[in-house]
């Protein structure tokens, strides 16, 4: 809603704020304005992302929305169409969901030819905990007329054609799972993170879930709009119809030891994280040299579909010298990570294996 | 020579001494044993790359030859058939030329997926003055025979099968440029560079300079050797017949601002080296973001066909944030760098465009 969105000069002395902030806390800024950073690489080791160093993607600039005056409009193909005050979801019941998150263009600088687009390295990735009120519920009293087919949700953030407005299938945005998000690690989310409201789209990429919520609505025809069709597709640039970006693709990150680490001899222990949207990873192998000489790790938790699931590989004997480590994820639905990365013009879903070079001795 | 390779203990520990002195300079090791190490980044940007932090790469343990008593046979198919001595090629006529040796397998890391062999980097690289006698003098004295085909050069080190070995066909082996190299950067060679003798074949990567030169053969069929036929070939596993690896593809390098670099605001200069073997660098383009943005450097230096060319590029109004640095050369055969590495089965060759991650602001 226009009218709840702050002027402009209030909006860049707070997110000024926010950002140094967030710069003292270890994010790695990509680009100061529109704010977007990524998630410190020794944060990533952390099983949950601690909120003020979760990496950050906006499009635009932060809006400011007063949690007491916002609220969401929730319209279109409905039966019931309503304005939904953030109070009102508030007293609710709520759900938790622990959820990773990453962002489309991660791992873009790793891609070749090198796409335009935010040089994102492989920190805008992390896992939280959300909670908030299932979309479903909110659809729910609307009640959907037959006729819908998608269900467009937009931010606060952006003007015009660019406004940022993603829609999802029915089938997601009834899932259960999505959540229209006021909580992030228990405590209300902060600005960077969506406030007061976000949508939170388990197991698919970051640009599903939609910060500072403003509309809802349920749509007869698909979705049109710029991040939809211009964004957010895998543009492979040789005639083929481009594919919408949806689901995270099977991943693996080694979070210890670090690039560049130099060890002592003896026994390594090796960690990372491994995720693939909306599917359990069920093996993580890893590769001490180049080649194919992949052996399996240890999954330390039960895997679940909406989360990364820890890891740990014991290397035996290290020799003295350089060493390359990889890391391979395998879904329940056998997808692997590929060796190199698929490349595509927009530079999306980069979950090529990734090589950490180590120095032993 | 058999006779001329010290016993294995002094070898161990003169090259304990000479590997404890390499890595107190700065060279980054990669292997210990045999000693294998980078040239450090920072040494990269020097137009002459100093003996000490030259990167060094060795197949086998280093041969202790003493430049007085060793020999070099010089035999095949020849007229003339003779024993050459150190002390009586040091007294003959000497060139010296600055070359830049680059190995086959600088940048493997990069390659995806990962080959086997040594994870070299980008420091598998070094520019240095070379003095000696053309190896063509030597062939002179000899009197090839008509029927010869290739000139065989080998090492000191390695037994058996797996003796360093390497043959030039004519055309490089009579190339006046092509020098049977006694000292480095105005001193006498060091052992891990191959004292007393090495070979230094320009525009070549860097296997055909062999080191510890102990043998010259003229051949009347191509030589089959390991380190012919089964190393040094490019084999894509496609079951296209594998090339040889024979002259350094064009390729460029950013020596500044380093990786991670962390630049105040105005106009930054970005420098760096560009070579092609037996080739001049005619263009080296900048791109200070991913996509098709090029923008051309200035060359420093006339180019050479043997050596790198220093350039550098104004950028001028960087804005705060994660930027993407990129350079790509181009040379007089037209030759330009691929934007992402032609993958072979050893990991050989790779020439394609790097990415330099570096903050503004």
């Known amino acids: 809603m226009a009218d709840s969105i702050g002027t402009g000069s209030e909006e860049a002395s707070a997110s000024l704020e926010e950002r140094e902030e ?27 992302t ?31 169409a309503f304005m939904l005050e953030v109070a009102e979801l508030s007293q609710q019941k709520r759900r938790s969901l622990t959820v990773t998150l990453e962002c489309a263009g ?63 299938p029915l089938s997601k945005a009834l899932h259960p799972d999505t959540l229209l998000a006021l909580e992030m690690n228990g405590a209300p989310l902060t600005r960077a993170h969506g406030a007061p409201v976000r949508l939170v789209v388990p197991g698919w990429y970051g640009m599903a879930s939609v910060k500072w919520v403003s509309r809802i609505e349920a ?53 990372g994280m491994a995720w693939s949207g909306e599917r359990r990873v069920v093996q993580v192998e890893v590769a001490v040299d180049g080649g194919d000489n992949w052996k399996s790790a240890t999954l330390l938790e039960v895997p679940r579909p909406s989360a990364w699931v820890r890891w740990a590989f014991t290397w035996e004997n290290p020799k003295p010298g350089r060493h390359t480590l990889r890391a391979r994820a395998t879904d329940e639905a056998g997808e692997t990570q590929p060796e190199s990365a698929q490349w595509n013009r927009l530079g999306y879903g980069n979950n090529a294996v990734q090589v950490r070079v180590v120095y032993v001795g």
Request: no cysteine; proline share 9%; net charge neutral.
């Open 219 to 271: 749509l007869t025809r698909p979705f049109e709009g710029y991040y939809q069709r211009d964004r957010y597709i895998y543009d492979t640039a040789d005639g083929r119809k481009p594919e919408p970006v949806t689901r995270m693709r099977v991943k693996s990150l080694i979070t210890s030891p670090e690039e560049g680490a130099r060890l002592t001899e003896g026994p390594v222990v090796v960690q």
């Open 106 to 168: 991660n791992g873009r600088t790793s891609m070749a030819p090198l796409p335009e687009g935010e040089p994102w390295g492989q920190g805008a990735l992390g896992t939280a905990i959300w909670t908030g009120v299932p979309l479903a519920e909110v659809l729910s009293r609307a009640r959907l007329r037959k006729e819908a087919v998608e269900v467009l949700i937009e931010g606060a953030d952006g003007k015009g054609s660019k406004r940022f407005a993603r829609a999802l």
């Open 22 to 48: 967030a710069e003292r806390q270890g994010l790695v800024v990509v680009k100061p304005e529109p704010f977007n950073a990524e998630t410190p690489t020794q944060a990533l080791a952390l099983g949950r």
């Open 50 to 80: 601690p909120t003020p160093v979760f990496y950050v993607r906006s499009n635009h600039a932060e809006p400011e929305l007063s949690p007491d005056t916002h609220r969401i409009s929730v319209e279109g193909a409905v039966e019931d």
